[in-house]
């Protein structure tokens, strides 16, 4: 480019894990596991603790040797992409410095080592939102700011692939907000964002499609509607009533399932909610609440994992 900013790479951004394996000892890790991540969407990267999300990731960025199995980049292992900086850009963590070097001096040694213009550091800084604390040293940085320096440090090289561990510890509401919109502004530019979290909420709005794994295996990848929508069980049915014992007799002629919450709300199981609504018009019942509860990620999430240990 004129202003000497590098051009994303070129080139395939797919991610493909193919029979990726890792032992530590009598430890699976990592157990066959299978997945694609595709350029122009942001892929949510999904595990209980244990899972093998790490393990994968620092598998992927050659930092890890694996047992068995293959991942690689564009068609390519990390370890053969020439200047890989420019191609990958990747936060295992949030970002280490030396506690005495400023965050602008921090990314100016890192674009030296890398052959990249000076003035990429104060662009980097300006796309993270860092560029008032620029001059403030390392040691004075919040933990939310280390997580912006590494993403900074990430985006140096204008890599087509986006690879992020965590990315949203020690952010704010505000700042996960902020992450939200950059990781999807990203994406809409047809790169690749791979992104491991535990907060399923915010992987619902921020994920085009999922990755979940657990146990160091392939449990489930989909966009994140078919993953949710995928799921047997039913809508289930959240009803609030002066007439309680009345309706789950009502709705015992429907064959319907009903649990008493403990805020004294019913949840029905087996009927829709005009079953519902059509049951307690015609035993003339008041209804104070009648909302239907579809699947979320995180429901789905624990439904999909449950029992699942890691392998021992």
């Known amino acids: 480019m004129s202003d000497g900013r590098p051009s994303p790479a070129a080139g ?14 009598t430890v699976r890790a990592v157990d066959n596991l299978s997945f694609t991540v595709e350029p122009g969407r942001v892929t949510g990267f999904l595990g209980p603790n244990g899972a093998g999300k790490t393990t994968t990731l620092r598998m992927l960025l050659n930092l890890v040797t694996p047992t068995s199995g293959t991942a690689t980049i564009g068609g390519r292992r990390y370890v053969d992409l020439a200047d890989p900086l420019r191609h990958v850009g990747a936060v295992l963590e949030a970002s280490s410095a030396h506690k005495s070097r400023t965050g602008i001096n921090h990314l100016r040694v890192i674009c030296a080592a890398a052959g990249l213009p000076r003035q990429r550091a ?26 912006r320096l590494g993403i900074a440090a990430a985006m140096l090289g204008d890599p087509q692939v986006l690879i992020l561990d965590e990315p949203a510890n020690g952010l704010d509401p505000e700042g996960i907000r902020w992450m939200r919109s950059f990781l999807k502004g990203l994406a809409a530019q047809g790169r690749t964002v791979l992104v491991s979290s535990h907060l399923l909420s915010e992987m619902q709005l921020l994920a085009d499609d999922v990755v979940i794994i657990a146990a160091g295996r392939l449990v489930r990848q989909g966009p994140v509607e078919a993953v949710v929508g995928s799921m047997t069980r039913s809508v289930r049915v959240r009803v609030r009533t002066p007439q309680p014992d009345e309706l789950v007799a009502a709705l015992a002629e429907q064959n319907a399932r009903v649990e008493r919450t403990e805020d004294g709300a019913l949840v029905i199981d087996g009927v829709d909610a005009p079953t519902v609504g059509r049951t307690a018009l015609t035993a003339k019942i008041e209804l104070h609440e009648l909302t239907p509860e579809r699947p979320d990620l995180e429901g789905v999430f624990l439904e999909l994992t449950a029992g699942k240990a890691a392998i021992r």
């Not at 395939?12 to 000892?25: A, D, F, H």
């Open 12 to 25: 395939n951004g797919q991610i493909v894990v193919s029979g990726l394996t890792k032992v530590y000892g």
């Open 122 to 147: 104060d662009e980097v800084l300006e796309l993270v939102g860092l560029t008032p604390a620029a001059k403030r040293r390392f040691k004075g940085y919040s933990l939310g700011m280390r997580q």
